[in-house]
């Protein structure tokens, strides 16, 4: 058996990435230029000048909308939410898939990922300290939007013969819009996010987890002069294969394996995080001092005060994606007769992946200092710094929860992009597994490509599918809040039974 460096040196695959990312890069400047129109302002010369990327200022506002419209219920749900998660209304008789439990972590699957962990090392390191204040109360806010989609989701899901059903927002623009009479614009809407939808599976939802994944491994064993260093195209393959192994058997397949992974993942993270913050306790007051005041007031951060504010924003939005509308996709298969029970459970994410995860990041990453470190600032190396100031060898427990968490990511994106192409071809099985041998092929891609291409591909895409998505919420408000407090009315009057375990 030939040793792994000398049958590196056989192999061009250096050359293979290479030829890799330069067809890619010009694709994905395009996109991104395209999706993130920005708005200048100031002197391009000076610290005051900034793009603010309306994109983003659009997911914001809607998510302040909804908490205001739906009367915070992003507070005064929490408890029935964790109640539903508990299985204390649920009725395994109802037409659906999966359990609430099932369904939460599965969409659960698809945001925690790496958008926790590069993505707010990328914030951090860009807009300084205060860009995780801006990131919590946008998560805080978010929990409404993702409230209102999942919502939908349920209401106009099809639920077949066999029992499998398909949701998402691609239903209710479709169906929701023509029960109010904008037939032609709902059609329309449905299969522009259904296109958005499977360039996000594809982006942020594969090739940027594979890519940061590929990044610690090979960290992790030497960096790029390390045995794995000129091996990102064969780890890519890897990531492929097991990616396959999963979903090939659809939604219940990876919702077995997503309501074990996730728990796991998020622990070892989180505890992961805790030891950095514990082990260098007494820079936590100073940590947090940093917070607030690089929130209000920051010094020597491109674009001052908007500029933080927008890191802040942008991360927040990518990482649990509220607004974007994948996550009524995976919440659309659960076993409920009230469409609304999914719209509580689903506010339970933004909280846990924006306010619990990132927070735990940025607190790692600003109390051990990595983010000032320009030559780490790359994404998950960052944070792997972080991790370092323990001991050693705790970049390999990051690395263990970085490829849980890229994996479990992957295989939730690879059904919202399943889903989006039955819509498009009608529930064809053929065009279903045609979209699962080129998501599996676009693992090996993410994997061989420089960081930079892939989070402009990955954020436009994804930012993409809610320009769709928030104009169906918009119009359908009205039916979402019926819906919410409509079920609120049953559930205290007793109507909605509780059932007791």
Known sequence: MIAPTALATSLPTATVDEAISGAFTPIADFI??????????GDPESLTYMEVPIIVVWLVIAALFFTIYLKFQNVRGVKHALDLVRGKYSEPADAGEVSHFQALTTAISGTV?????????????????????????????????????????????????????????????????????????????AVLFALFCIGGAVGGGNMFQANQATSQ??????????????????????FALAVAAVIIGGIKSIARVTEKIVPVMAFL??????????????????????????AFNPQGIVGGFIGVLIQGFQRAAFSN??????????????????????????????????????????????????????????????????????????PILLAVAVVLFAFSTMISWSYYGMKATGYLFKDSKRAELGFKIAFCMFTVVGA????????AFSDAMIFAMSIPNVIGLYILARVIKKEIFGYRAKVNTGE?????K
């Not at 106009?156 to 059903?165: L, P």
């Not at 509220?322 to 506010?347: C, D, N, W, Y």
């Not at 909605?496 to 007791?500: I, S």
């Open 32 to 41: 991104s230029g395209v999706i993130f129109y920005s708005v200048k302002i």
């Open 113 to 189: 990922g790496l958008g926790n962990i590069a993505g707010v090392a990328v914030a951090v390191s860009v807009g300084g300290p205060g860009a995780t204040f801006w990131m919590i109360l946008v998560g805080f806010l978010s929990m409404s939007t993702k409230m209102a989609e999942c919502t939908l989701g349920v209401k106009y899901r099809i639920e077949r013969e066999d029992g499998s059903v398909s949701g998402g927002p691609m239903y209710y623009l479709r169906d929701g819009l023509a029960a109010v009479g904008k037939r032609r614009l709902g059609k329309f809407l």
């Open 496 to 500: 909605f039974a509780r059932v007791e």
């Open 321 to 394: 994606e509220a607004g974007v509308g994948s996550a009524s996709i995976a919440h659309s298969a659960v076993k409920t007769k009230e469409p609304a029970t999914e719209g509580f459970v689903a506010l339970l994410e933004p909280f846990i992946d924006t306010v619990v995860i990132c927070t735990m990041t940025a607190l790692a990453i600003i109390i051990t200092g990595t983010w000032r470190d320009t030559s780490s600032a790359a994404g998950v190396e960052t944070t792997s710094s972080a991790f370092e100031t323990v001991a050693p060898w705790f």
């Open 269 to 294: 993270y989180v505890i992961g995080c805790l030891a950095v913050i514990f082990i260098n306790f007494t820079a936590i007051p100073d940590a947090i001092s940093q917070i607030f005041a690089g």
């Open 217 to 238: 491994i090979i960290n992790v064993t030497g960096g790029q002069d390390g045995p794995l260093g000129p091996w990102r195209f064969v780890i890519g393959l890897v």
């Open 448 to 455: 061989s490509l420089s960081l930079g291409p892939v989070i």
